[in-house]
């Protein structure tokens, strides 16, 4: 499993865009992106980064 980082902005209901970061433990890049559209499906979502979150070998 990898470790994914999805940058993402929401617009809610009322117009107002919140930027959001979502980190998970997953096996593809494709899966995160999909739990993170169920999660937020009441808001409109545009994807600004997402990929592997590099870090320097600690835990």
Not at 21 to 37: A, D, Q
Not at 45 to 53: F, L, M, N, V
Request: proline share 0%; hydrophobic share 40%.
């Amino acid at each position: 499993m990898n470790r994914y980082t999805v940058n993402f902005i929401c617009k809610d209901k009322q117009g107002h865009n919140v930027v959001r970061s979502e980190e998970m433990l997953k096996n593809g890049l494709e899966e995160v992106i999909e739990i993170i559209k169920r999660k937020w499906a009441s808001w409109e979502i545009e994807i600004i980064w997402a990929g592997i979150r590099l870090n320097d070998g600690s835990v």
